[in-house]
């Protein structure tokens, strides 16, 4: 079973790291791993949208994998979630490609420029694929964006416009390029934040974090063996 697990910054994936053997340096971005039965690749795109589409892109280009998994922290857009909670992301959308008007932003759907249900989109949804039970953490909807949202207009806006549960700036553009390649995906996110206007006191970023890796370990001793 070949893994690849994609999180954006080196903070977000230490701590498995250190629990891991490391096999090999297959470039300055991915680093190969071995935990148990998985042969696992690390893939550190950076932050954002263009970063992980690019660098996920090149990785899967050179190398096959089963499964690719995006871990990493999340704000929650609810008060339902807890600071800490670990949550698996089964759908996604982009937050901040459109056109402003006036007194609206219309999404790339409205607009007319894209079909609800234009590959790889379901319904404007970008789906994760099914587990079937392997993950087994609350299921939430997430939203992508290239900056991180901390005014009140701005986030009420947001709110009013989709349905998310939790922010990430990655989720979206993981998905996008896993279902183009014919890839598996999942994404796992750890809620450091509550996505309000900022302040950083709040946050709880290390416990964020070492709730991410018991969730990811957990879920790397489940994971099947690929049929065929």
């Known amino acids: 079973m070949q893994i690849l697990i994609v999180a954006a910054t080196t903070m977000e994936i230490k701590l498995i790291v250190d629990e891991l053997e490391k096999v090999e340096e297959e470039s300055h971005f991915v680093k190969t791993y071995r935990f148990e039965d998985l042969n696992?690749?690390?893939?550190?795109?950076?932050?954002?949208s263009s970063f992980a589409t690019f660098h996920l892109t090149n990785a899967l280009r050179e190398k096959k994998y089963d499964a690719?998994?995006?871990?990493?922290?999340?704000?929650?857009?609810?008060?339902?979630?807890?600071?800490?909670?670990?949550?698996?992301?089964?759908?996604?959308?982009?937050?901040?490609?459109?056109?402003?008007?006036?007194?609206?932003?219309?999404?790339?759907?409205?607009?007319?420029?894209?079909?609800?249900?234009?590959?790889?989109?379901?319904?404007?949804l970008l789906k994760a694929s099914n587990s079937n039970g392997?993950?087994?953490?609350?299921?939430?909807?997430?939203?992508?964006?290239?900056?991180?949202?901390?005014?009140?207009?701005?986030?009420?806006?947001?709110?009013?416009?989709?349905?998310?549960?939790?922010?990430?700036?990655?989720?979206?553009?993981?998905?996008?390029?896993?279902?183009?390649?014919?890839?598996?995906?999942?994404?796992?996110?750890?809620?450091?934040?509550?996505?309000?206007?900022?302040?950083s006191a709040k946050w709880n970023i290390p416990l964020a974090l070492v709730h991410l890796k018991d969730a990811l370990s957990a879920i790397l001793k489940q994971v099947p063996a690929p049929v065929g």
């Open 134 to 199: 392997w993950i087994k953490l609350k299921k939430v909807k997430g939203v992508t964006t290239n900056k991180s949202y901390g005014r009140d207009t701005s986030i009420a806006e947001m709110r009013e416009k989709f349905t998310a549960h939790v922010e990430s700036m990655e989720g979206a553009a993981v998905f996008y390029v896993c279902n183009w390649m014919g890839v598996d995906c999942y994404q796992i996110r750890s809620i450091s934040n509550y996505v309000e206007p900022r302040d």
């Open 68 to 124: 690719v998994i995006n871990i990493g922290l999340a704000g929650s857009l609810i008060q339902e979630l807890e600071i800490g909670e670990v949550v698996n992301v089964v759908s996604e959308e982009f937050a901040d490609l459109g056109i402003e008007k006036q007194h609206e932003f219309l999404t790339l759907f409205e607009s007319g420029h894209i079909g609800i249900n234009d590959f790889p989109f379901e319904n404007g």
């Open 40 to 48: 696992i690749d690390i893939l550190v795109s950076g932050i954002g």
